[in-house]
């Protein structure tokens, strides 16, 4: 008998978190970087979300609530829903978690059993690989390119499916690409999923972070049967990372073993969190605006930057806070993988980004660009960017 299990063996870490620990280490020595790397919006958390907390605690708010959260905050995620997306959901559906990582752990370990397939995007956010091959089943990528424009579609998922295919992931607008699924795409996958009797699992957590006037589409509005699983969180809309607020909308069935799980996981959310999450949802949107109007302005100081770097290609990013960027040209040529790429970029030139195969296998050849930083700064580190890759090409 070994003294850790095999299965926990199968858990992969968001590169994310290293990558910034390195950052900080090479900071703790003297030099400046800039962070590009870390997927966490550089904007506080709006005033009037944490006077809610606040209010909350001082009114004695520091206790176990039932699992799946206050009632209160589950009708007001169903009436967000029910306004942004159009569709109509019960509240008694809506399962709060401490953030959208956990819904995703307990949509995934509530329906995968050994050697179920889960089909997902690849590159892609990581838990999605790492939690279905946690649960014994069995991850299966959808490789996401630019020549797809980084979408899924119906018939690419299609001809993955099998008679073990459980669910199917999707993410829009994406992490890392900034991708957009087309109202048709959603729909077909939707389709191609009832089809088959899988489940959807839709990760939601970026679907206001929308550039060029372009409108998201849920798999919730196309669904003819009980297979969507939406899962979304607070951390980047509002601005509240750290709170670790999210939740699921679950199918029926599922609503009982997914709160036995939670409740085994963590018994409930943080009550005067919770109350954060009301304020949040029903209070003044204007300040998520001001931070996606931001999100596009940057995007766009992005683009134009990089058009002075040669030897890449990347495609506009179409929402959510990311470029996702193809160096496979420079790492051919300076012999490296985007991992030791990233390492060199942070400690000889100052500048933090994401290894792109920190996102899947499939994203080796990219490095990944976050918005979350000032324009200025995300200029000095484009032109560090740059200065790094005309220096390794010349030697
Ligand atoms: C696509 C995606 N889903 C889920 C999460 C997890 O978010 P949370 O902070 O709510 O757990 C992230 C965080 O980076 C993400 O990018």
């Known amino acids: 008998m070994t003294r850790t299990s095999s299965r926990v063996y199968k858990i992969t870490q968001e590169g994310a978190f290293a990558v910034l620990a390195k950052a900080r280490e090479v900071e703790a020595k003297g030099k400046n970087v800039i962070h590009m790397e870390i997927g966490e919006p550089d904007f506080d958390t709006p005033e009037n979300i944490k006077r809610a907390a606040i209010e909350a605690l001082a009114k004695g708010a520091t206790h176990y609530t039932p699992t799946p959260g206050i009632p209160e905050l589950r009708k007001a995620i169903a009436e967000r829903i029910s306004t942004d997306l159009g569709v109509n959901v019960d509240w008694k559906n809506v399962l709060v978690t401490l953030g959208c990582k956990e819904a995703i752990f307990a949509s995934i370990m509530s329906?995968?059993?050994?050697?179920?397939?889960?089909?997902?995007?690849?590159?892609?956010?990581?838990?999605?690989?790492?939690?279905?091959a946690y649960a014994g089943g069995k991850p299966v990528p959808?490789?996401?390119?630019?020549?797809n424009e980084f979408r899924m579609t119906p018939e690419e998922v299609n001809e993955l499916m099998t008679s073990r295919t459980k669910a199917i992931i999707i993410n829009s607008p994406h992490n890392p690409c900034g991708s957009v699924l087309r109202k048709e795409d959603v729909k077909g996958i939707v389709e191609v999923a009832e089809d088959r009797n899988a489940f959807v699992i839709s990760d939601e957590i970026y679907y206001p972070i929308l550039f060029d006037g372009l409108k998201h589409y849920s798999p919730l509005s196309f669904a003819k049967k009980d297979n969507v699983i939406l899962v979304d969180g607070f951390s980047k809309r509002y601005a509240m990372t750290g709170w670790r607020l999210g939740y699921v909308v679950a199918p029926s069935d599922l609503v009982e073993p997914m709160t036995k799980l939670l409740n085994n996981l963590t018994s409930c959310p943080n009550q005067f969190v919770q109350y954060a999450g009301i304020e949040a949802l029903r209070g003044p949107q204007d300040?998520?605006?001001?931070?996606v109007k931001a999100y596009e302005e940057r995007r766009n100081?992005?683009?134009?930057?990089?058009k002075e770097i040669e030897n890449i290609?990347?495609?506009?990013?179409?929402?959510?806070?990311?470029?996702?960027?193809?160096v496979q040209?420079?790492?051919?040529?300076?012999?490296?993988n985007?991992?030791?790429?990233?390492?060199?970029?942070?400690?000889?030139?100052?500048?933090?980004v994401l290894h792109g195969s920190s996102m899947g296998a499939y994203g080796e050849g990219f490095i990944r660009i976050s918005f979350a930083n000032s324009v200025e700064n995300l200029i000095e580190g484009i032109s560090r960017l740059k200065r790094a890759f005309n220096n390794m090409l010349r030697r």
């Not at 100081?301 to 990089?306: D, F, R, S, Y």
């Not at 290609?313 to 193809?326: D, E």
């Open 111 to 132: 329906i995968v059993d050994d050697g179920d397939e889960v089909i997902y995007p690849n590159p892609g956010y990581p838990a999605y690989e790492s939690i279905t």
């Open 142 to 147: 959808l490789r996401l390119s630019e020549s």
């Open 287 to 291: 300040s998520v605006k001001q931070m």
């Open 301 to 306: 100081a992005v683009m134009e930057k990089l």
């Open 313 to 326: 290609t990347y495609l506009r990013p179409q929402g959510a806070f990311y470029a996702f960027i193809n």
């Open 329 to 336: 040209k420079i790492l051919s040529r300076v012999g490296m």
């Open 338 to 352: 985007s991992e030791q790429l990233v390492a060199r970029l942070i400690e000889d030139y100052g500048v933090a």
